[in-house]
Antibody, heavy 122, light 107 residues
Framework: EVQLVESGGGLVQPGGSLRLSCAASGFTFSSYSMNWVRQAPGKGLEWVSYISSSSSTIYYADSVKGRFTISRDNAKNSLYLQMNSLRDEDTAVYYC???????????????WGQGTMVTVSS | DIQMTQSPSSLSASVGDRVTITCQASQDISNYLNWYQQKPGKAPKLLIYDASNLETGVPSRFSGSGSGTDFTFTISSLQPEDIATYYCQQYDNPTWTFGQGTKVEIK
């Protein structure tokens, strides 16, 4: 079964750091680009970051640029998001999502994890 | 940056009704437009990609159309299990933007 499982969420104080992980299974992880998408409580979806299959290309949303770092370990079938200098507005459920650019021109996200909650609060 | 305007923000319809949601881009995005369904407490699910292509396994009552700046998502006959929030998503290399979402409820 194709699956993504996030972990690492929790409560952190403003200015703190947190590292999220996403474990992939059921497909050849090293062949796919990956993304992080977040959703604040009661709000819509916001794309956060993209990483290509070989880690050669990385993009960030302006809202997290300079504070978040995306990475991956293809040997461990894992995707990561290092979040530093966290702010109240970073409170959200964070999803990892597989990039479907291998069959979609619009680079859709075809597989999603269940999400992990990050709460930034003092 | 390309802005996406999705409407309506919510709608209420009866089982069997035809439901239509629109998404408008602030500039031409060709057919780089995808649609997702999100049920409460769950992750989003891809339904339509490249404006009009049905994702494998998705019921044929879901459809999409449009190109350029104006796009439409349709449920031909609303079913109780379709209660969810629907989002459009555009890709403008190298960023992705989602619409504000449309919450669909049963009347």
């Amino acid at each position: 079964e194709v699956q993504l499982v996030e972990s690492g969420g929790g409560l952190v104080q403003p200015g703190g750091s947190l590292r999220l992980s996403c474990a992939a299974s059921g497909f050849t992880f090293s062949s796919y680009s990956m993304n992080w998408v977040r959703q604040a409580p009661g709000k819509g979806l916001e794309w956060v970051s993209y990483i290509s299959s070989s880690s050669s290309t990385i993009y960030y949303a302006d809202s997290v640029k300079g504070r978040f770092t995306i990475s991956r370990d293809n040997a461990k079938n894992s995707l990561y998001l290092q979040m530093n200098s966290l702010r109240d507005e970073d409170t959200a459920v964070y999803y990892c999502a597989r990039d479907a650019s291998y069959y979609t021109r619009g680079n859709a996200f075809d597989i999603w994890g269940q999400g992990t909650m990050v709460t930034v609060s003092s | 940056d390309i802005q996406m305007t999705q409407s309506p923000s919510s709608l209420s319809a009866s089982v069997g009704d035809r439901v239509t949601i629109t998404c408008q881009a602030s500039q031409d995005i060709s057919n780089y437009l995808n649609w997702y369904q999100q049920k409460p407490g769950k992750a989003p699910k891809l339904l339509i990609y490249d404006a009009s292509n049905l994702e494998t396994g998705v019921p044929s009552r879901f459809s999409g159309s449009g190109s350029g700046t104006d796009f439409t998502f349709t449920i031909s006959s609303l079913q109780p299990e379709d209660i969810a929030t629907y989002y459009c998503q555009q890709y403008d290399n190298p960023t992705w933007t989602f619409g504000q979402g449309t919450k669909v409820e049963i009347k």
